[in-house]
């Protein structure tokens, strides 16, 4: 794996005194497991992972997230139908939409919802952190 630059959100973790808690859903078991080991690189996260819409609402629920990736297309529960009711739980919280095959209506929906921005996959793993720092810093 190549080697990234932490030092920034490293600095922002330390000056907050604690990890930033990070919510991964994907109904993709290896893109949850690759942005989670990635995350796990460096002690300026504790991350979450779930597998669904409704273990993202329940979580969101139970704990407070500095950050949420969300993918867009799962079954059962949509991503706009979760980040509906993580919006409706926890207005403030930052969402990042993760996607591969979502319309753009179905994008623009999500802005309009509280997406704070969009990534497409295949995410490299560069535009991931760097996504995720700047979100944390603001």
């Not at 629920?61 to 139908?81: H, Q, R, V």
């Not at 939409?97 to 995410?123: F, I, M, W």
Request: net charge negative.
């Amino acid at each position: 794996m190549a080697s990234y630059d932490f030092s920034l959100i490293n600095h922002l973790a330390q000056k907050r005194g604690e990890p930033f808690k990070v919510l991964i859903v994907d109904d993709e078991k290896w893109i949850r497991d690759v942005f989670g080991d990635f995350c796990k690189l460096t002690d300026a996260f504790k991350v979450d992972l779930v597998q669904s819409g409704q273990e993202a609402v329940e979580k969101v629920k139970a704990n407070s997230y500095d950050l949420i990736t969300l993918d867009l297309i799962m079954p059962e529960m949509s991503g706009i139908e979760v980040l509906t009711e993580i919006k409706r739980i926890s207005p403030r919280v930052p969402v990042m939409v993760v996607t591969g095959n979502a319309t753009d209506k179905l994008v623009k929906e999500a802005g309009v919802l509280g997406a704070c921005r969009v990534l497409y996959k295949p995410v490299m793993l560069d535009d991931f952190v760097e996504s995720l720092t700047s979100t944390l810093e603001h």
